[in-house]
């Protein structure tokens, strides 16, 4: 049996390709290309492009699904992989939260103005918790210190995504119907948009706290 599974890993680590440009890392890279396919779908104006938008948004998130598991289970693991996987990621949830800025209605919903400065606050919140934490890792790694992700952050990309998914699909409702259905699922969106500010914050804090000692060396 072990034979077996080994011969499988193999076979399926020469299909996929064992070099840098193995099956995750071009996952990973077609992540990155889908970014500006959605964008484009997202304003460009037809019946149900939020939907469409949110297709390519979906299966940008099943590449990072299955690129990591895919490289950790076959042995994949590459410094490009390293490198590129959480770029995707930040770059595609926030690539998304940028455009909702520039259609209010995404985040006011009904509300008041005052709904878009409060979100255009918390997506400035996410940016700037990426950049610190991308450079609190960077000074990490200098020091001979690698970060693992903690579970605040793991829970923060999950209810990002959660939260652009229902937005777009409360926009597409809003589209296609005009009716209050669209509406009450933006403020679930909302919700879940809130709750990801939150536990951005928590995340970032917790990062440094956790690991101050290589602000010391």
């Not at 693991?77 to 590129?84: C, R, S």
């Not at 229902?166 to 589209?175: D, H, K, P, Q, W």
Request: net charge positive; glycine share 8%; proline share 2%.
């Amino acid at each position: 049996m072990s034979n077996k599974i080994d011969k499988e890993s193999k076979a399926y680590k020469f299909a996929a390709g064992s070099g840098v440009m193995n099956l995750p890392n071009k996952l990973t890279i077609s992540r990155l290309f889908m970014i500006p396919v959605f964008i484009f779908f997202f304003y460009f104006e037809f019946t149900a492009h939020y939907f469409v938008a949110l297709a390519v948004f979906g299966i940008a998130c099943l590449t990072d699904l299955f690129d990591g598991k895919i490289a950790r289970k076959y042995g994949l693991i590459t410094n490009l992989g390293k490198f590129l996987d959480p770029i995707a990621d930040k770059v595609l949830v926030l690539s998304a939260l940028v455009v909702f800025l520039t259609v209010p209605q995404i985040f006011t919903a009904g509300l008041s103005d005052w709904a878009l400065i409060v979100a255009g606050g918390g997506v400035a919140v996410i940016l700037a918790r990426e950049i610190i934490v991308s450079g609190f890792r960077m000074v990490a790694a200098g020091a001979g210190t690698v970060i693992a992700a903690d579970v605040f952050g793991k829970y923060k990309t999950v209810t990002q995504d959660i939260a652009i998914v229902i937005l777009l699909i409360g926009e597409g409702v809003i589209e296609l119907t005009d009716n209050l259905a669209g509406i009450v699922i933006n403020y679930i969106g909302l919700a879940f948009f809130a709750v990801s500010v939150l536990l951005t914050v928590i995340s970032g804090i917790n990062y440094i706290v956790k690991n101050s000692e290589v602000l010391k060396k």
